[in-house]
Every structure is written in structure tokens, then in C-alpha cells.
């Protein structure tokens, strides 16, 4: 599930990895994620999201009821609105981070 419009981008990925795809999903809107648990017949407690944009990725599963797994970006360039995203991305996992050791977690 990508929000990139251009289908063919997505699709080639796709046919790599021997997967569905679904192109221009609209991330955190939960349409995407609907029809991604139907076309696998799956219950969102079932599906977990592996993404690494808070505001997309993880926002639209925890809103569709689905297990979030964030991730490190494999691509340093991003398009324009995800690097004005990035930094307050940064700051949410630092402080998580920070809460998570005060407790004593690790």
C-alpha cells in the first residue's frame, strides 16, 4: 500500500515481491487500509503495518484497529511534505525513547 500516484512505481515493486499492491491510498485515511484487509481477507487485528511515517504509515493503521511496526526510512530523499514531516517524526521517537528509559525499558 503506497500514496504514490503513480501506479506503474508501485506496481513494479509489487511484481518484485509477488504481492498485491494498492497505489494512491490516501495514508492515514482508513480506505486504503479497508481495502487492503479485504483484498486479503484478513480482521485488522490480524494486519500489521510496517511503515516508516508516523503521520501515514502508523496514524492510518492504529486508526484502522491494526498493529503498527515503525521503521527507520531505507531513503534519505523524500518528496517535499515528508521532509517537513521528518522533524517532528524525530522528536515524537526521541521523546518516546527518553520516556521508554526513565521507566527502565529497554
Given amino acids: 500500500m503506497s500514496n504514490s500516484n503513480k501506479e506503474e512505481k508501485v ?3 509489487s511484481e518484485k515481491l509477488n504481492i ?11 480506505m486504503g487500509f479497508n481495502k487492503a484487509k479485504k483484498m486479503m481477507g484478513l480482521q485488522a ?3 500489521a503495518v510496517v511503515g516508516d511515517q508516523i503521520f501515514t504509515d ?11 511496526i515503525l521503521v527507520d526510512p531505507i531513503q534519505e530523499k523524500d518528496i517535499f511534505i515528508t521532509v517537513l514531516k521528518r522533524p517532528i517524526e524525530n522528536w515524537i521517537k526521541n521523546s ?5 528509559t526513565k521507566e527502565g525499558r529497554k
Avoid at 518516546?96 to 521508554?100: A, I, S, W
Wanted: a positive charge; charged letters at 25%; hydrophobic letters at 35%.
Fill in 58 to 68: 502508523v496514524l492510518g493503521a492504529n486508526r484502522s484497529k491494526m498493529t503498527s
Fill in 96 to 100: 518516546y525513547k527518553k520516556n521508554v
Fill in 11 to 13: 506496481k513494479t515493486v
Fill in 20 to 30: 498485491p499492491y494498492i497505489f494512491f491510498a490516501k495514508k492515514p485515511l482508513k
Fill in 45 to 47: 487485528s490480524e494486519i
